[in-house]
T-cell receptor, first 109, second 114 residues
């Protein structure tokens, strides 16, 4: 099955703290791409970070980083120094077609 | 750059009717994908268009059909609407059909079927 699983429907974090969102996936492919997308309450989804499965090094984009464990098929997102603007739904996706059910992140002032 | 645009923003239809949703991709993008996002759920892939042909299709019935025009814009058509078709329909564009390309999403069309 080509599934993507996000086991945390909701998460909360204090402003300026760090939070980690979990994602696991299932695939028989050896080459694939993983994405984290953010969907704020205004609905337009935007890319947060992207990881190529053949690369060992974890991707980083400013305050956002991933922990990619290929053997475990795990792809978690770490948000450091959380800001109020980080509050949104976060979706993990494999390639262009397979999305998880999302994690709603609340940032507490 | 206007990014990905979709029309209309909201739509209310009656069960059994037909609906057409429209999408203009980001400038320079040649691939358009459509997703259905039910309330509180992740996007479900409907299909993808490239070079005016359907290239990939998700697990959706034939009532869902589409089209891509020479200018890369796209339409999603849904026939014989069911109450369960009520959802946010997202269009995304990318440069190419391969899985590694980042997708740019539109704001969506909220379809309500009564």
């Amino acid at each position: 099955a080509q599934t993507v699983t996000q086991s945390q429907p909701e998460m909360s974090v204090q402003e300026a703290e760090t939070v980690t969102l979990s994602c696991t996936y299932d695939t028989s492919e050896s080459d694939y791409y993983l994405f984290w997308y953010k969907q704020p309450p205004s609905r337009q989804m935007i890319l947060v970070i992207r990881q190529e499965a053949y690369k060992q090094q974890n991707a980083t984009e400013n305050r956002f980083s991933v922990n990619f464990q290929k053997a475990a098929k795990s792809f978690s997102l770490k948000i450091s120094d959380s800001q109020l603007g980080d509050a949104a739904m976060y979706f993990c996706a494999r390639n262009q077609f397979y999305f998880g059910t999302g994690t709603s992140l609340t940032v507490i002032p | 750059d206007a990014g990905v645009t979709q029309s209309p923003t909201h739509l209310i239809k009656t069960r059994g009717q037909q609906v057409t949703l429209r999408c203009s991709p980001k400038s320079g993008h040649d691939t358009v994908s459509w997703y259905q996002q039910a309330l509180g759920q992740g996007p479900q892939f409907i299909f993808q268009y490239y070079e005016e042909e359907e290239r990939q299709r998700g697990n959706f019935p034939d009532r869902f059909s589409g089209h891509q025009f020479p200018n890369y814009s796209s339409e999603l058509n849904v026939n014989a609407l069911l109450l369960g078709d009520s959802a946010l329909y997202l269009c995304a564009s990318s440069l190419g059909i391969w899985g590694e390309y980042e997708q740019y999403f539109g704001p969506g069309t909220r379809l309500t079927v009564t």
